[in-house]
């Protein structure tokens, strides 16, 4: 299945640009050699507008995937991508952590994807690193040593807005679905992704073939040694996990990780 990514609908131009490079061109969520069946079962937690959800459907025609996304302006347009492109994906208008509830998120219309629920969102820290992000690519040149315009830009793109959204359990959609195995669990939910692995059982833990996950360390911060404590975890539950970066970046804190488990 091609995907044209003119036909992607997103809220950001810029990000749906930086998406689609991110999962289709990049392909940072399936690492080179790795693969998925064809019918896979492929849980996408953090679903944005649905291009990791896109993405599986071309890798994988027959793929079942279960798709969540909490914040409304978002999953409305990951809900149209997923009817223009004929995706049979189920859609759940929710979070996934480790306690069901309502909990309140930090909405950024001009970056969705930094989105958090508040209890983990860090406007100052994200928007300097976005800059930063800006400051060290090619387009450092156009701004000279003159950085109002950008500093104005970002203030507008990390305006804030509050909104209640659902959390469940992640064993608790694998039990109401009947899910019987999740061939790739990705996960991208800005800091919260300790508690989507909290909210999965070890009774469901065996149905979990791969795991793909940001993991979120930032020294000085309640993050801070995640990524050894999840690295650890995972290798104890039978997991070989890939060798560790700085998901390219520029700078340490936000990781990629792959795990998976022997065939």
């Excluded at 399936?30 to 019918?39: E, F, K, S, Y």
């Excluded at 937690?45 to 599986?56: E, P």
């Excluded at 976005?130 to 950008?150: F, S, T, Y």
């Excluded at 539950?237 to 700085?246: E, Q």
């Amino acid at each position: 299945m091609e995907i044209d990514p003119s036909r992607i609908a997103g809220v950001n131009a810029h990000e749906t640009a930086f998406l689609y490079e991110e999962i289709f061109v990049r392909r940072a969520y399936l690492p080179d050699g790795t693969t998925l069946p064809r019918d896979a079962v492929v849980f996408d937690v953090g679903a944005n507008i649905g291009v990791y959800s896109l993405f599986v459907r071309a890798e994988c025609p027959d793929a079942v995937i279960h798709a969540f996304e909490p914040l409304p302006p978002v999953f409305a347009r990951l809900a149209e991508n997923m009817a223009a492109f004929g995706v049979p994906a189920r859609l759940h208008p929710c979070a996934l952590g480790d306690a069901e509830g309502e909990a309140a998120f930090t909405y950024y219309p001009g970056y969705t994807t930094m989105s958090a629920r508040s209890a983990h969102a860090a406007t100052a820290t994200d928007r300097e690193f976005v800059k930063r992000q800006v400051l060290g690519g090619p387009e450092v040149a156009q701004w000279g040593e003159d950085l109002d315009l950008l500093d104005e830009m970002l203030a507008y793109r990390f305006r804030e807005e509050s909104h209640a959204c659902r959390i469940r359990r992640l064993s608790d959609v694998i039990a109401e679905e009947g899910v019987e195995r999740i061939d790739m669990l990705k996960v991208d939910v800005q800091r919260a992704e300790a508690e989507v692995l909290r909210g999965l059982d070890e009774e469901h833990w065996p149905l979990v073939r791969r795991i793909a996950l940001e993991v979120h360390d930032e020294p000085g911060t309640a993050t801070d040694g995640r990524l050894g404590e999840l690295c650890a975890g995972l290798t104890a539950r039978g997991f070989t996990v890939a060798p560790l970066g700085d998901d390219g970046l520029v700078e340490p804190g936000r990781y990629s990780v792959f795990a998976s488990r022997p065939a």
